[in-house]
């Protein structure tokens, strides 16, 4: 009876915690890195010889073509692997000739299939023709910008 009192509390406790995450506005952070990101671009702040973190669009793609390595970040805002990765990276920074796109995995359903995405926390490299250059390969929270550079083709 003690063991079924337990678990029921443990139960009670996890869906608490949960809740409590969800609620807490855990997309702060990323709205900040956005508007980082965004207003780096604008003003011409980050030197050219560094990588780029930024969100997909077919625009940034497109931009992105002239780094030699382009990979995407499928991410969702209440994955907490996804959020270390993203502050992994800010703290990190991302290596010359590197860009990352983040891509939402609630709204990119079209990329999740194309490229066969597992899940939350993947990376896809992609050539100059979109076309992915290796398996999807999940992250950790550990990975950060010189990991991704590494695992590049």
Not at 14 to 43: C, F, H, N, W
Not at 75 to 88: D, F, G, W
Not at 129 to 152: E, K
Request: proline share 5%; charged share 15%.
């Amino acid at each position: 009876m003690k063991l079924v009192k337990f678990i029921v509390l443990a139960a009670v406790a996890g869906i608490a915690a949960t809740g409590i995450y969800l609620l807490t506005g855990r997309d702060s952070p990323v709205t900040m890195t956005e508007q980082t990101v965004e207003q780096t671009l604008k003003t011409g702040d980050k030197p050219a010889s560094h990588g780029s973190y930024t969100n997909y669009s077919p625009q940034t793609l497109q931009a992105a073509q002239a780094d030699k390595i382009v990979l995407f970040f499928h991410k969702a805002r209440i994955c907490p692997i996804c959020a270390q990765i993203e502050s992994n990276l800010q703290t990190s920074g991302v290596p010359a000739g590197l860009t990352v796109l983040k891509v939402d995995y609630d709204s990119h359903s079209d990329l999740i299939s194309r490229y066969n995405v597992p899940g939350w926390y993947t990376f896809v490299q992609v050539d100059s023709d979109g076309n992915a250059v290796q398996p999807p390969w999940r992250g950790t929270y550990g990975t950060d910008g010189a990991d991704i550079f590494d695992r590049a083709v």
